[in-house]
């Protein structure tokens, strides 16, 4: 059975690995350290940076195809390993969009795909005039390395200091229109190496923060003509940048139509409802993909699925996890808790839950309920550990139970 190497070692690995051993297949990771949480449930390690060639190389070796669970891997590195004959999927040329967000933007742009006013920023002066055109609020982005809120500094009038600072420091900038949108979606591919794709319903993302909080599966209220065209763009940004594996189209929905916000070019948060939501789940779909297997059917497995993520809270609860889940699954049997092994600490994403149903409001209240719980050891709708299950509110009555 073949062997696929997954640069990086977090959850997104660690939830790879274990499609993977449906498949009868071995996840091979480079993780930075053993305490890396894919490091904690695959045998098969390697431990080193995502910029150390060495230790790439022997993390490719033998491999039937490398992947990514982050995109921090330095091109050089990407080319170096390339030169050597190994089947980086997706490609250095292809992930390049979703490392670069001014590379992303230009060739978006390029291609006629709807995207944010944009301009490269190299002073002050450069956010200034744009600001000056566009109007404000502008956005300005580090290039490179931003995700969950990070890197993105939204500016409604001119802070010379703050972008002074940034380029001093060798930060890479561009600045954006400020997207006057109703909501954000994501649209979810899969593409193999033959040029079969596949294609998930299109869902809502609710960001906090500047940080994925939840995921609504199907967008609600989304019409069928937005839902297509959302759809076949993200087909067509992943035919015609060649991508492998799995791509995730983050988008604005505005009054005018879709505007595209980020590229992603790996498993990501707004997949991980398939996991239980879906008839194949964004991590065996991808291993499918790079392998260039047959890929399997996206079809829900529910009227509406709800993930909410588990984010440390602003202070570690006293309750030990254990306990938290114990109460969490007396209260709602139904869902289904993924925990990623990872330290508590504030907004960081250490889990998430997952509930299906037919009621979408009653599915959300629910996974948020958990997923709150879990994070904090306080129930948000101040309901009590001590009510014991008979205390569940009314419309989320359980017919079974386990201890209470």
């Not at 900038?173 to 954000?184: F, N, S």
């Not at 993302?205 to 909080?213: E, N």
């Not at 440390?312 to 889940?325: F, K, T």
């Amino acid at each position: 059975m073949p062997v696929v190497g997954m640069v990086g070692g977090g959850q997104l690995a660690r939830m790879t690995a274990q499609a993977a051993v449906a498949l009868g297949q071995t996840l091979r990771v480079l993780a930075a350290s053993p305490g890396d949480p894919a490091a904690r449930v695959t045998p098969d390690v390697v431990t080193g940076d995502p910029d150390d060639v060495a230790a790439l190389r022997q993390l490719a070796r033998g491999c039937s195809a490398v992947t990514f669970d982050h995109e921090g891997v330095p091109q050089a590195s990407l080319a170096a390993l390339e030169a050597a004959g190994v089947p980086l999927r997706p490609s250095p040329s292809a992930l390049e969009h979703a490392q670069d967000k001014l590379v992303m933007r230009r060739r978006l742009s390029a291609m006629g795909v709807p995207v944010p006013a944009f301009a490269p920023v190299e002073g002050p002066a450069d956010v200034e005039a744009f600001g000056a055109k566009q109007g404000w609020p502008v956005v300005l982005k580090a290039a490179r390395g931003g995700y969950d809120g990070r890197g993105v500094w939204f500016l409604r009038e001119p802070d010379p200091e703050l972008v002074t600072s940034l380029v001093e420091a060798g930060t890479p900038l561009l600045v954006e229109q400020a997207v006057p949108m109703r909501r954000e979606l994501a649209a979810q591919v899969a593409r193999s190496p033959f040029g079969q794709a596949a294609v998930w319903p299109v869902v809502e993302t609710v960001q906090v923060d500047g940080q994925c909080a939840t995921v609504l599966a199907p967008a609600p209220g989304l019409d069928e003509d937005t839902a297509l065209a959302a759809q076949s763009l993200a087909l067509r940004v992943a035919r015609e940048l060649d991508v492998t594996g799995l791509l995730t189209v983050e988008l604005f929905e505005t009054d005018e139509g879709l505007s595209v916000n980020e590229l992603a070019m790996r498993p990501h948060n707004s997949g991980h409802w398939t996991i239980e939501g879906a008839r194949t789940s964004q991590f065996e779909q991808h291993l499918r993909a790079v392998l260039d297997y047959p890929l399997g059917s996206t079809a829900p497995t529910a009227k509406a699925v709800v993930m909410a993520n588990v984010l440390g809270a602003p202070e570690a609860p006293s309750m030990s996890m254990d306990e938290r889940l114990h109460h969490c699954f007396a209260r709602f049997p139904d869902a289904r808790v993924h925990l990623y092994d990872k330290g508590e600490r504030p907004a960081r994403k250490i889990g998430h839950v997952t509930v299906l149903g037919s009621d979408l409001e009653a599915v959300r209240t629910r996974a948020e309920l958990a997923a709150t719980w879990l994070a904090t050891a306080t129930w948000a709708d101040g309901w009590s550990v001590h009510d014991g299950v008979a205390g569940t509110p009314p419309g989320h009555e359980i017919e079974e139970s386990g201890r209470g």
